[in-house]
């Protein structure tokens, strides 16, 4: 399932998924509101989650897709690589946090990752939280 505000963005990955043998598009949502709404009837296994939306942001609907329906994965897929939006995803239980320009192998491997469980981090989002940490224990 892919979440984002774009219509071209929302287009593009679902047109990118096809190329996959492996890959399906459960369906799309414009906003977190219409996300948390729709997976629990599309149950999808991977949800692709923009992070800055209008109304519920990502990682509110991060947190409450994972609520209401714990076995699906969440992944930031957003432009973003501020500390604060890296972590509050995590926080709210994304799997994984990857930025747009990832490239559509990247994408899937990291689709197919978490649906065995596995994390997937941006090396510029674990560059962002390896600053942080240096941070504390200097």
């Keep these: 399932m892919v979440v984002d505000e774009n219509p071209v963005v929302r287009s593009g990955l679902g047109a990118f998924l096809l190329a996959y043998d492996d890959l399906d598009l459960a369906g799309e949502a414009a906003s977190g509101e219409e996300a948390v709404e729709r997976c629990p009837e599309l149950r999808p296994d991977v949800v692709l989650m923009d992070l800055v939306m209008p ?21 930031a897929l957003t432009s973003f690589r501020e500390e604060e ?11 994984g946090y990857l930025l747009k320009n990832v490239t559509a192998d990247e994408l899937a491997e990291a689709i197919r990752a978490a649906v065995t469980g596995r994390p997937t981090l941006a090396p510029e989002a674990a560059e962002v939280l390896g600053k942080r940490g240096q941070h504390r224990t200097a």
């Design 55 to 75: 109304g519920m942001d990502g990682a509110a609907t991060t947190r409450a897709i994972r609520q209401a329906c714990p076995q699906i994965q969440v992944i």
């Design 85 to 95: 939006l890296v972590q509050g995803a995590l926080q709210a239980g994304a799997i």
